[in-house]
């Protein structure tokens, strides 16, 4: 059984700066973003009902998902996002745990931006937290996705708090310092997570 490691963090706070690093190292990332486009691929059967669902207007002319048309038709609708929500769920678990399963290596890292949010702790071994202060979360985000001030803060309302995810964590990555700095924490996590795996 892969001893599994949660990785979370705000908006802007480097968890994919975090991740890369455990890559680097030989570890396997399973990353919620990433299973969350696959399992809507043309084909898929998540796909197929979204499709029936919505209607064509959702695919983008070589027939992938439109993820703004979608956006677009969920935005408002309370019906329309539970049922998206009740879909995509349970699909984006059950590939996430399909390839948890199939890590190699002592153990994986999980990477989930609403790992709190969604209840998923419990998918999770131990939970690490990548933080900075939200003054730099928000700059980091305004910088990196050219968006407005007002829609990032809004999204870091719409998260847990940086409070309720440092309350959640076994283990924290300040990533408000230099790269290198960043490298020498995940370097020690990853020493102590095969120790740990090893000891499970």
């Known amino acids: 059984m892969t001893f599994v490691v949660g990785l979370t963090g705000g908006i802007g706070s480097g968890k994919s700066a ?25 084909g898929t059967e998540a796909l197929a009902r979204i499709v029936a669902y919505f209607g064509e207007e959702v695919l983008s002319a070589d027939g992938e998902l439109d993820r703004s048309a979608l ?9 329309h996002k539970t049922w998206l929500n009740q879909l995509l769920h349970p699909a984006i678990r059950t590939l996430m745990q399909q390839q948890i399963t199939h890590a190699p290596g002592p153990y994986c890292i999980l990477a989930v931006p609403l790992l709190i949010e969604n209840n998923l702790t419990g998918m999770c071994r131990r939970v690490v937290v990548v933080d900075c202060p939200e003054s730099m ?27 309720q ?28 997570y095969l120790t740990l795996s090893q000891a499970s």
């Not at 975090?18 to 691929?41: H, I, N, S, Y």
């Not at 310092?177 to 995940?186: C, E, H, M, P």
Request: proline share 1%; aromatic share 2%; charged share 30%.
């Open 137 to 163: 979360q928000l700059a980091r985000a305004i910088k990196r996705d050219g968006s407005d001030e007002r829609i990032i803060k809004n999204i870091i309302k719409s998260q847990a708090s940086r409070e």
């Open 71 to 79: 956006r677009n038709a969920v935005f408002d609708n309370d019906e």
């Open 18 to 42: 975090a991740t890369q690093k455990f890559e680097k190292l030989g570890v396997t990332v399973v990353d919620a973003d990433v299973v969350a486009r696959q399992v809507v691929e043309p």
């Open 165 to 192: 995810r440092l309350s959640a964590a076994d283990d924290v990555i300040d990533n408000s310092g230099s790269i290198d700095q960043l490298a020498s924490q995940v370097t020690r996590l990853h020493h102590q």
